[in-house]
């Protein structure tokens, strides 16, 4: 008998589409010319590249004079955000300041700490103790010295959405441009590059069910970034290198889908993480993070407390449950959640932090059984547990 599994980290990466794995199959073995190339090969190959930009191009609302450059992931788009302001503009040292928060992904805050070995300076901006942002203390940290804003749309630990449209009002204002990694947004919530005035926006196929190894970089129409990757003319020589056609066509066909799907979200995805959101605070001690319309619908970011995250993980994993107890990308030392601390968790409870993550694929059976190994779960560590 197969063991019963739910997956429950999506926001770690997700299953791929069916509709966009069964699109990208015919171009490997049938349909694999460069889309570069002028015989029939290629030039089919091309259509279907045109089409899938097109889908990537309405699920943010770009404009056609707009930019989305495909890269390998997020991690290689916020790297060259950060790193082109650096060759354009901070380098000269008339400005050379970056405003960040506390809680960014990895691909951010070690660039920064990187920029910063190179002279950059940079404010990490606090988040309050439910998650969210304040953006006065935003406006207050900039000076005509900042050249870049980089905060994210939504936070990857507690699905916090972050005050986009405003930060872009900010930014606008003051005449700095203004970057977001919309990895957790994409597919969760609308994204409007027109509506939120954000000039660079980062996105990861494998977080919205497209294949892990690609993502993008929007850049509004003809800002300037100093290339990572120097070659041929590739997406008009902003990214050289051969385009990743299976790819691209599963990214713009998971695109579609997300767009397709965002009401399901909203509500199914949402009306599931509800359920299971409100079973666990039934449960004594149980804290969630963050006020739940201010979060993605797919997102719980809960604390237990006498319950050490880590054994939790194992202990659930024991019965096919699978969660996490922060960003993938850290979890591998047993320091307390990052985000955790940043919002000013105690050390004991920073500990105890599991994040749950739905997507459009999760069941109400799998949700249900989930609630059961939690409920029998926590009891279990509890009473084993000496600090509760
Ligand atoms: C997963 C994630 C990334 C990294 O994406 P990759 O495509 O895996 O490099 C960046 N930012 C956030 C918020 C993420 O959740």
């Not at 790819?247 to 979200?265: K, N, P, S, V, W």
Request: charged fraction near 25%; aromatic fraction near 8%.
């Amino acid at each position: 008998m197969e063991s019963k599994r739910v997956y429950l980290d999506n926001n770690a990466t997700t299953m791929l589409d069916p509709n966009a794995k069964e699109l990208m199959d015919s171009y490997f073995c049938q349909k694999y010319g460069n889309p570069n190339s002028l015989h029939s090969f290629g030039t089919e190959t091309h259509t279907a590249i045109r089409e899938a930009f097109n889908y990537l191009y309405e699920g943010i609302n770009a404009k056609d004079e707009d930019d989305i450059i495909i890269t390998s992931c997020a991690t290689e788009s916020n790297n060259w955000v950060l790193k082109g302001i650096y060759f354009d503009i901070l380098r000269f040292g008339e400005k050379n300041h970056i405003i960040t928060t506390q809680v960014e992904h990895p691909a951010i805050l070690s660039t920064c700490r990187f920029l910063e070995n190179l002279g950059v300076e940079v404010t990490y901006l606090p988040v309050g103790e439910n998650g969210t942002l304040d953006p006065s203390k935003l406006e207050a940290a900039i000076t005509d010295k900042t050249a870049l804003v980089s905060i994210m749309w939504a936070n990857n630990e507690t699905g916090i959405i972050f005050p986009i449209e405003e930060i872009g009002i900010i930014c606008k204002r003051k005449n700095v441009l203004f970057h977001t990694d919309a990895v957790q947004a994409i597919g969760k919530i609308p994204v409007d590059v027109q509506k939120t005035q954000v000039d660079f926006l980062s996105f990861s196929g494998h977080k919205f069910h497209a294949p892990k190894g690609i993502g993008g970089l929007y850049i509004r129409k003809s800002i300037k970034l100093t290339p990572l990757f120097h070659g041929g003319e590739h997406m008009s020589g902003r990214r050289s290198g051969t385009l990743n056609v299976p790819y691209i066509i599963a990214l713009g066909e998971a695109m579609r889908q997300a767009t397709l799907h965002l009401d399901f979200e909203r509500n199914n995805v949402r009306c599931l993480r509800n359920r299971l959101e409100d079973a666990l605070l039934e449960i004594p001690d149980v804290f969630v993070i963050g006020e739940r319309s201010l979060r993605v619908p797919n997102t719980i970011l809960v604390s237990i407390r006498g319950v050490e995250g880590e054994a939790m993980l194992w202990d659930l994993n024991k019965y096919g449950i699978a969660c996490s107890t922060g960003s993938a990308c850290a979890s591998e030392d047993l320091e307390a959640n990052p985000v955790m601390s940043a919002i000013g968790a105690d050390k004991e409870l920073a500990h105890t932090a599991i994040r749950i993550s739905l997507s459009r694929f999760t069941t109400k059976e799998e949700i249900d059984y989930a609630i059961e190994i939690f409920k029998k779960s926590i009891e279990r560590l509890r009473s084993i547990s000496s600090s509760y």
